[in-house]
């Protein structure tokens, strides 16, 4: 095993990773940093390091990195830590041993009397692996990983000494009780997953004994631990490993055969992607077969491979069967492995959106009770929406309230009339309103473009009632967006802008999941009641979410566009809140306009990024550096993108709302110009084709040669990957980035076919619904033969997903792992679906299948 080029210890089969990826700025602790193992091409540990609990969750007490060195010439890798608050510092190291490797950790100094029996080292193992495998502890105690937490817990009481933490979390740690498991299992060897030959690993503890632990005990995203104490007096291998993987010979893992899993039209490309080991002996040619009426396979075509090209950490190659056309069932061989069916069909995109908009986004509907059949999705949850958030400086989550009063409001004052519409925002509860904002925009636009006249759901907005599979002679999406509409008129009428969101007071309700209308009790709070005391629709428990009225120039712009956008699909629908959208949006761009310095134009149209407090923030918080409550954080003028005018989502809306009216058809024309540039055609430019009927009969031919611009370049952007879409290297999977594409390109296509074909568009959608690396699952809930079926969605804990709901996919695990793990919901990541991202698909699968349509 040796140091790499890019300093990680590989072997065939075997890595290990030492501190690539450090923890989040605002999430903290991802499962994915420290000493991290690869083995047979899963990721199998991670979080490596010193810890002060046995299972510590997301916002727990994190180790400062120092420094980080890879040793190629003694194949050992090392970490030079901290935890300030409590005088401990060590080095951390991965060295290379016959059979495995060599974990140390050597202190600077021997540990305070505070530290002993609480630092031990963790390596968390995971759960989806391991849970119903066997473990042998010093080869003679045998035992299965179980499948439930059911552990004895202890109370670990805080020392009157200890550092100061963050108020969220020491009520946090108040309200949970100071809870920590015991171990299921102890001893000076543990073997992992003996029957599992890609799993099983051996570890010996030449220090203290090592402790087997169950994370999920204290949260359903915990993992197994493996821990041992650092022994008092210790400096110097204080602790001493030796992890021994249980390698298989010359392993390579199996080809991946990516495919779209709902199959394709007979009249477009189809190419499939195989993502190979780069030790794989890969065969020339694949097969597809057609799956016959008796359950034979008959083969329809075998076709060369072409020669591999590299990405990352492995290579790929492409089979193209194109000329596949007779409509029927097919399944792709290559490699010894064989597809899941796929149909051929010229309904293959037919079917694709419907579960996004009537469940996933109908399931996310806040302030309503949902139905669906015999069961309740959830209840009509925050009827005691909400108090005014107090400035506290940086919150959990990222969020943050800027100033102490908001007109009449100050902190913890009830803001009526916010109780209505809305979605919750991804696996949590939160209203976060560019989500809002997007979500109306987006189902708006599917309404009109596509005539989108879909009806399976009733409303019933005054009963607080919805129900699935019950059409109600309202197109879903105009309920959708009257739903959204209402939260926003909200806002306007009750405060007087937009604002930040709704958002949770405190750690134990935002962690909970579950039916969303357990989360309060429903009362508003009065703190005149006893804490258990109730009165009417009043109660004494402060559990009412706050919202943080926190305006800037994005939000108030994008919150017109929106309002306009409601206004033109209301209208024919609901009259009355048609009108009530658009004389809100005028007013508000009036009123806007009125006060450049609070509202600028001259920003670029992607959000500001807010800068956190020096020395604050949830991570500072987490390594035992707080501040306590601080203004709140600037906007920054770091944008992405060229410059042009915030104002132009509003202008543009308000001009299709009003028919071309002024003053918002003239800023169109002052705007095109800027919009139209190659920096900002990837970003928003490209919504200059639904300006154009508005416009002089110039700019579509000013139009016409940015659009050539911006393909001339866009191929050899695009295939900087195997997909030919956006690559996902941020820490949050990119498929929001690839369905965007998709959108984008179908308007392109539309005004200009000579110069955008259908493909890119097509190409987009089959990567959501299976083209994509690690596996070939779809990234849409329950859409497709093979799809993901455990998502980081408000039903996470039962091992389960939301319909329609579309994950981020996967994301690279630092410095060159791609991971989406099929089996797992518990990595946000990977697969927390945000309802914006459903709202976008509605429009994405949509555009596919108007492109099949089209003759």
């Known amino acids: ?88 510092s060590y080095t951390l190291e991965v060295a290379a041993e016959p059979g495995g490797v060599r974990v140390s950790i050597n202190l600077d100094k021997p540990l305070s ?11 968390e193992f995971l759960p989806s692996i391991y849970m119903g495998k066997a473990y042998l502890v010093d080869g003679t105690k045998a035992g299965i990983f179980p499948r439930t937490p059911n552990d004895a817990m202890t109370k670990v009481l805080p020392l009157s000494d200890e550092p100061k933490k963050a108020y969220y979390l020491e009520d946090w740690d108040k309200a949970k009780g100071y809870t920590q498991p015991l171990p299921f299992a102890e001893g000076k060897s543990i073997t992992l997953g003996i029957d599992d030959a890609l ?6 503890s030449d220090t203290a004994n090592l402790m087997l632990f169950d994370g999920r005990d204290r949260a359903q995203n915990g993992w197994f631990v493996l821990r041992s104490l650092i022994p008092a007096g210790k400096t110097t291998g204080a602790i001493v490993w030796h ?53 034979t396979y008959k083969q329809v075509l075998e076709g060369p491979i072409p020669p591999a090209t590299p990405w990352l950490r492995y290579v790929y190659s492409k089979f193209d069967f194109t000329a596949v056309k007779e409509p029927g069932l097919y399944v792709i061989e290559y490699g010894g492995q064989r597809t899941a069916p796929f149909p051929i069909s010229e309904n293959a995109y037919a079917n694709i959106w419907q579960d996004s908009l009537d469940h996933h986004i109908a399931a996310q509907m806040d302030h309503v009770a949902v139905r669906e059949g015999y069961r309740m999705w959830h209840g ?65 636009l599917a309404y009109r473009e596509f005539n989108l006249n879909y009806d399976e759901l009733t409303v019933d907005e005054a009963a607080r009632a919805v129900e699935m599979h019950r059409p109600d002679g309202v197109p879903d999406t105009v309920q959708q967006v009257k739903h959204g509409a209402l939260l926003i008129l909200a806002q306007f009428h009750n405060i007087g802008h937009a604002i930040r969101g709704t958002h949770e007071p405190d750690l134990r309700q935002y962690t909970q999941v ?117 203004p709140a954080a600037q906007t920054s003028s770091r944008r992405r993108g060229g410059g042009s005018g915030l104002d132009w989502n509003a202008a543009l809306e308000l001009t299709i709302a009003t028919k071309g009216a002024e003053p918002y058809k003239s800023r169109l024309k002052e705007l095109f110009p800027q919009m139209i540039t190659p920096q900002q055609m990837e970003i928003h430019g490209w919504t200059a084709v639904r300006a154009l009927p508005y416009l002089d009969a110039s700019a579509k031919e000013q139009m016409r040669e940015a659009v050539k611009n911006y393909m001339a370049g866009l191929d050899k952007r695009l295939d900087e ?64 033969t093979v799809s993901k079926t455990k998502t980081y969605s408000n039903n996470r804990a039962d091992n389960a997903y939301i319909p329609g709901a579309l994950i981020p996919g996967y994301i690279i695990i630092k410095p060159d792992f791609p991971e989406c793990i099929d ?33």
């Open 1 to 88: 095993m040796k140091v790499n080029d890019k300093n990680y210890l590989d072997t065939q089969g075997f890595s290990v990773f030492l501190y690539d990826s450090t923890y989040h700025p605002v999430f903290v602790d991802q499962k994915n940093t420290a000493m991290e193992m690869i083995l047979h091409g899963q990721r199998i540990a991670t979080n490596g390091d010193v810890r002060l609990m046995p299972t510590p969750e997301q916002w727990d007490l994190v180790a400062t990195l120092k420094g980080r060195h890879a040793d190629k010439a003694n194949s050992r890798l090392s970490a030079d830590l901290a935890f300030p608050t409590f005088d401990l």
């Open 113 to 123: 009397q505070k530290l002993i029996g609480r630092a031990g080292f963790n390596l």
């Open 823 to 855: 089996d797992f919901g518990f990595l946000w990541f990977e697969d927390e679906a945000v309802v914006a991202g459903s709202a976008s698909w509605v429009v994405a699968g949509n555009a596919a299948e108007a492109i099949t349509k089209e003759r």
């Open 199 to 204: 799993a099983r690993v051996n570890v010996v």
């Open 243 to 295: 992890i021994r993987p249980d390698v298989i010979p010359n392993w390579t893992r199996p080809p991946m055969i990516a495919h779209s899993q709902v199959g394709y039209d007979p009249r477009f490309s189809k190419v499939a992607v195989l993502e190979l080991d780069p030790n794989y002996n890969a065969p020339k040619t694949a097969r597809v077969l057609r799956l016959m009426e008796d359950g």
């Open 721 to 784: 990957t195997p997909f030919g879409v956006p690559p996902s290297l941020g820490t949050w999977g990119g498929s929001g980035a690839v369905v965007e594409m998709a959108i984008r390109m179908y308007f392109l296509h539309k005004t200009f076919p000579d110069l955008v074909g259908p493909e890119y568009t097509l190409r987009a959608v089959n990567y959501i619904l299976g083209t994509h690396p690690v596996s070939s699952t779809s990234y849409v809930a329950g859409v497709g």
């Open 514 to 630: 579950g039916d969303g209308a357990s989360k309060t009790d429903g009362r508003m709070y009065d703190p005149k009641l006893g804490a258990n005391e109730t009165k009417g629709d009043f109660s004494g428990k402060p559990d009412d979410r706050w919202i943080f009225t926190t305006n800037d120039p994005y939000t108030q712009w994008n919150a017109i566009a929106a309002l306009a956008a409601a206004a033109d699909t209301l209208k024919g629908w609901d009259d009355a809140l048609a009108k009530d959208c658009l004389e809100t949006a005028i007013q508000a761009w009036k009123d806007t306009k009125a006060d450049p310095t609070k509202y600028p134009v001259d920003g670029n149209l992607d959000r500001a990024v807010p800068e956190a407090p020096a020395g604050g923030g949830v991570l500072a918080a987490s390594q035992g550096v707080v501040s306590g409550a601080q």
């Open 380 to 444: 009509a949850s925050h009827l005691d929406d909400g108090r005014m958030a107090p400035v506290v400086g940086e919150q959990f989550d990222n969020w943050n309230q800027v100033s102490a009063t908001d007109g009449k409001y100050k902190g913890g004052d009830r803001i009526p009339g916010m109780n209505v519409g809305g979605w919750y925002d991804a696996g949590d509860f939160d209203l976060e309103e560019p989500a809002q904002l997007s979500v109306i925009q987006s189902l708006a």
